[in-house]
């Protein structure tokens, strides 16, 4: 003899739609990480880009001083200029512009043995509408360092 166990039928009225109000959930849920994920990931490439800028910049000021310092150690004179560095070079896409200027103080005297010179090297990435890196741009990119040298 066989019996069959008959179960009782549940009502599935009330737990109908819970697995998709859990699915849209997990999907609101990955997306915002997603989203968050991807925020954090384009602010850290721009910050390691502008770092990259910052020390091009440096080398592109400190090549401003030497070329100022060749200019008054070899030719004598105390010159100021503003030039691009080289397209095939590091520090390509920078624009440098140099300052020469005399300082001397009337309190020492008028000799001129204890005259000083001051070479500034600005170097920027983005040119201004004047072509000197002495006012800085209002942009996201641009990057400047400033350099300066009493000899």
């Not at 109908?16 to 990955?30: D, E, M, Q, R």
């Not at 440096?58 to 401003?64: I, P, V």
């Not at 080289?86 to 020469?100: I, L, Q």
């Given at each position: ?52 800028q910052g020390a091009r910049a440096y080398q592109a000021a400190r ?44 309190s020492l005297g008028p000799t001129t043995a204890l005259d000083r ?35």
């Amino acid at each position: 003899m066989t019996t069959t166990r008959r179960f009782p039928i549940r009502r599935l009225g009330r737990s109908t739609g819970v697995g998709l109000i859990t699915a849209i959930f997990l999907l609101v849920v990955l997306a915002g990480l997603g989203v968050a994920m991807v925020t954090v990931f384009t602010a850290q490439q721009n910050s390691s880009t502008l770092d990259v800028q910052g020390a091009r910049a440096y080398q592109a000021a400190r090549a401003g001083i030497e070329w100022g310092l060749y200019q008054q150690f070899r030719n004598g004179s105390c010159s100021s200029a503003t030039f691009a560095l080289p397209m095939n070079g590091t520090p390509s896409g920078f624009t440098v512009a140099v300052t020469c200027r005399l300082v001397h103080d009337p309190s020492l005297g008028p000799t001129t043995a204890l005259d000083r010179f001051v070479i500034t090297a600005i170097a920027c990435n983005l040119q201004p509408a004047g072509g000197s890196c002495q006012v800085p741009i209002n942009s996201v990119d641009y990057v400047q360092r400033r350099i300066e040298v009493t000899i």
